[in-house]
């Protein structure tokens, strides 16, 4: 079965700085990888995906992400956090090749808070 | 504007009483997917469907019900609610079958059960 980990329920950061929000998976085959966030009284809204090569992904809002396979891990990324940026943040997993590879498993959410 | 509509946004009922919860997406994507969220959860797949009449349970299915009778619609039944389904629901879709693509979320529909 396919899991994805998010070990810290929250992160706090200072504006300017940089900031990660990790995350660990686990597929039996290669993965798609996704980091969604969401902001209050909304729905998930895509930032960046990992599909395959560079495993430096850019996405929106300036964040990125590095897949790193033999860590198994994909952990989001922001060179300078900025207080816009406090908001709940999901990381997702989905396994190519196997027989389920139309589902869709969510880690259990990162809130990043970011303070002047 | 491309969108996902759930319908109603928010809802309180009682136990037992049958209920539907909307959503329709006007991007002509293939893919539709029902979770909800729960604190401490994150969010879990209930159902998913890759195209019209073609739908597969995902994590937590049970005391739930789907149809995808037209591609841009995918409501979710409560047929007998019980108050361990109060939560945050949310809607989504994505072109395809899911695969690489990026899903687009609904706004969520809250739904507590008494």
């Known amino acids: 079965a396919q899991s994805v980990a998010q070990p810290e329920d929250q992160v706090n950061v200072a504006e300017g700085n940089p900031l990660t929000v990790k995350c660990t998976y686990s597929?039996?085959?290669?993965?798609?990888l996704f980091w969604y966030v969401q902001y209050p009284n909304r729905g998930l809204q895509f930032l960046l995906k990992y599909i395959t090569g560079d495993n430096l992904v850019k996405g929106s809002y300036g964040f990125e992400a590095e897949f790193n396979k033999s860590q198994t891990s994909f952990h989001l990324k922001k060179p300078s956090a900025l207080v816009s940026d406090s908001a709940l943040y999901f990381c997702a997993v989905r396994d190519r090749y196997t027989g389920t590879a139309s589902k869709l498993t969510f880690g259990t959410g990162t809130r990043l808070q970011v303070t002047l | 504007e491309a969108q996902v509509t759930q319908n109603p946004r928010y809802l309180i009922t009682v136990t037992g009483k049958k209920l539907t919860v909307t959503c329709s997406q006007n991007?002509?994507?293939?893919?539709m997917s029902w979770y909800r969220q729960d604190p401490g959860l994150g969010l879990r797949q209930i159902y998913y469907?890759?195209?019209?009449?073609?739908?597969d349970k995902g994590d937590v299915p049970e005391g739930y019900k789907v149809s995808r009778k037209e591609k841009r619609n995918f409501p979710l039944i409560l047929e007998s609610p019980s108050p361990n389904q109060t939560s945050l629901y949310f809607c989504?879709?994505?072109?395809?079958?899911?695969?690489?693509?990026?899903?687009?979320f609904g706004d969520g529909t809250r739904l507590s059960i008494l």
């Open positions: 597929v039996s085959g290669n993965p798609y």
């Open positions: 989504a879709s994505s072109l395809g079958q899911g695969g690489n693509q990026p899903q687009h």
């Open positions: 469907s890759m195209n019209v009449e073609v739908t």
């Open positions: 991007m002509n994507h293939e893919y």
